[in-house]
């Protein structure tokens, strides 16, 4: 007869969670969560070169790209576009705000570390989906300029600036677009709010942290929602002047993404 364990025993036995637990947040966490991503980004100086030549850089060229003729209609979705694949660039800053929660050194060269974790295969199949996401938000944005605004042909960034404020075809953009953009942007949200910190943080697959990810959303639809403005708010005042403030706004929401995870995500 096989041995069957007591119910003391039973009883000592530790059930590990397969799924993680998600909790309800408000807005006071979501200012906690940007307060302590300023905290990170000031507590660690030595990131700052690093990322303050990455990220102005990149929007200079998207923007440079976009002047240059025919791209000119995509240079707002280019720009929006950083909120698809900042959690991607992020990831080396939850590692520096990892290692400051354990209190242990901290340097822009810790940012290489994620590339030693065991979730780095996890990390990059979540990066390729949310990359589609970007490439499918682009191709949407031309579709919708090619059937408003595309029909009139501005000759010039000045004609299509006009045109945009100034005729119908141009207001319909406005609209149609940035309702496109909303959808996408919750998905891209709901995809990624927490799933990147979470697999540098808890090596899992990246299924169960997007799933998780969506799970936090669903909870937490107003705050989560409130964040996602904050995001694009941040990310178009980083713009400015010359995409330079990006070198701040970036690391700060960031680091600050770090911490609304471990707020959210529990278990």
């Known amino acids: 007869m096989p041995h069957m364990p007591s119910q003391r025993r039973m009883a000592d036995m530790v059930v590990v969670p397969t799924t993680p637990m998600v909790r309800r947040i408000d807005a006071q966490d979501l ?3 940007l307060a302590m991503g300023w905290r990170d980004f000031m507590a660690s100086p030595t990131q700052l070169l690093f990322l303050g030549v990455l990220y102005p850089l990149v929007g200079l060229v998207a923007g440079r790209a976009a002047y240059g003729g025919d791209m000119l209609p995509l240079l707002y979705p280019l720009v929006g576009g950083l909120a698809f694949v900042g959690p991607i660039a ?6 520096l ?7 242990e ?3 822009w060269l810790n940012t290489l570390d994620v590339f030693r974790s065991r979730a780095i295969w996890s990390i990059a199949a979540l990066g390729l989906l949310m990359l589609t996401l970007f490439v499918l938000w682009l191709g949407a944005a031309q579709l919708v300029y090619d059937t408003t605004l595309g029909a009139l042909h501005p000759a010039s960034a000045g004609a299509f600036v006009r045109l945009l404020f100034t005729t119908p075809e141009g207001w319909q953009m ?6 496109v953009g909303v959808v996408f942007g919750a998905v891209a949200l709901a995809l990624s709010v927490v799933s990147f910190p979470m697999m540098l ?5 990246w299924v169960t942290a997007m799933q998780t990810s969506v799970r936090a959303v669903m909870a937490n639809p107003g705050t989560m929602a409130l964040w996602g403005m904050i995001v694009v708010a941040a990310l178009a005042l ?3 002047p010359a995409f330079v403030g990006l070198a701040v706004v970036m690391p700060v929401l960031g680091h ?4 609304l995870y471990r707020m959210t995500v529990r278990g």
């Open 31 to 33: 200012r906690d969560a």
């Open 90 to 95: 992020a990831v080396g800053l939850y590692e």
């Open 97 to 103: 705000s990892r290692r400051r929660e354990r209190d």
């Open 105 to 107: 050194p901290v340097s």
């Open 174 to 179: 406005i609209v149609l677009g940035n309702a």
């Open 201 to 205: 943080d808890r090596e899992v697959d």
């Open 238 to 240: 980083g713009c400015l």
């Open 256 to 259: 600050a993404t770090w911490h």
